[in-house]
């Protein structure tokens, strides 16, 4: 399935700048580096996607539909739970099977996968078991070079589980991963940490378990009013890992991430936008899954992954976060989707973040660059207003395409006018209310 990128208005900096303040500047530091090594923007894909409980849902007709879509948004990095008693031969064989398919998949939208421990028992005997789920995947389903990262445990400080029994958990994998040839193949991330007490486990991460992990995984929630709650779960992960010595600090992974609106109890999920409408259908509650995945290339991330990626049945009725929504509408695509298109296909793997510099209320820039010569500006409007932003450290006289997210408040996206740096790498842009831009060379 081929989609069109709908061309349409966006305010740039040749219309009406003369009208606004003067703009807010942030410069672009090419030389300073945040992450050599981008691994991906991406979402949570559903393990039971092609069993039950969906089997009721989706079928071979309309799932085509969906995997078209999957493919057309380009995820670079996806996660999927996965339990080790899924794999034994006395457990329901299409359990596996779909995990399989659903890794497949990525791999055919060229994504990478995290399969994540999605919970249970913590001991060494469960690390060995999770070793053997892996070596299953990977030489008898096929999923080596698809599945290359692995955490154990979800949200393990949000659970009665002591530090103790997670570090037994991740050396008893690592040991039996090397004793079968397999580590080599695979990435450890530890953490999936939520905020509770995050610092103590933070700590843990880095004096006990720093020989053997590749990298540190957070999620992230917040009420889509809440931007004090956003900026400081942001700023709070930034102060913890800023201090640990480099030489024991690894690459920061955005696991989860998503927006909740107002809800009745805890299990509805994501809950309602003002005028009752599910949030994540209302394009205002993507501003802050935009604002949080700029700021993780701010704060040298290297992942950022939304939850969800399909309005499908977990262990549970469809929580509505997804980026594509319920297979009986027919999968349609949610504003949430655009907005990580315009990412995904504005950036690529292996890429580096640089530094930015410069703030201003409601205002957002974040700056990538390929190996050969690419970069990829993002710029927020999280105003109610358009706003003009002056982007400083640019390549002189390179003319940047603009991609516009939400410009006309539909959620969609946009082809702007393009944009050209002057003699010194300038560039005035105007960003719609509530949207943002890519400029993209």
Known sequence: MTFRIRVG?????????????????????????????????????????????????INEQNVKDMEAKIIALRPQHV????????????????????????????GRAGASVNVTYWGGKSDKEYGRKNARMIEKMIRE????????????????????????????????FDKALREMGLRDQIEIVGGDLVSTNQKKWFENLTARLSPILDGYSVHMYSDYWDHKHIRERLESVSEIVDDIPADLRRPLYLMEFGIRGHRSDRLEEPGKFEDG????????TSVPNAWQMIEALNRGYCAAVQWDMVDVFYDRPRMRYGLIGDPNAGFPLKPGYWLMSLFTHASAVGWQTVK???????????????PKGEWSVFALNRAKQPQPIQITGLSPNARFKVVCWNASGDGKLTDGTPVTTDAKGNVAVGVAPESMIALKM
């Open 141 to 172: 389903d096929g999923l080596g070079g698809i599945v290359r990262y692995v955490t154990l445990q979800n949200e393990p400080n949000s659970t009665p589980m002591t530090l103790l029994q997670y570090n037994e958990l991740y050396f008893s």
């Open 79 to 106: 996660r999927v739970f996965v339990l080790p008693k899924w794999y034994e031969e006395d457990f329901d064989p299409t359990v596996r099977q779909s995990v399989a398919r659903v890794c497949k998949l990525a």
């Open 356 to 370: 930015v510099t410069g703030s201003a209320d409601g205002r957002n820039v974040a700056a990538m660059r390929g």
């Open 277 to 284: 409408r599910e949030a994540m259908d209302v394009p205002y």
């Open 9 to 57: 208005f966006l305010i740039t900096a040749a219309v009406c700048l003369s009208r606004w303040t003067a703009a807010q500047t942030f410069t672009v530091h090419a030389d300073q580096v945040l992450c050599d090594k981008w691994v991906g923007f991406g979402a949570q894909l559903n393990p039971w996607i092609y069993c039950e409980p969906n089997k009721q849902d």
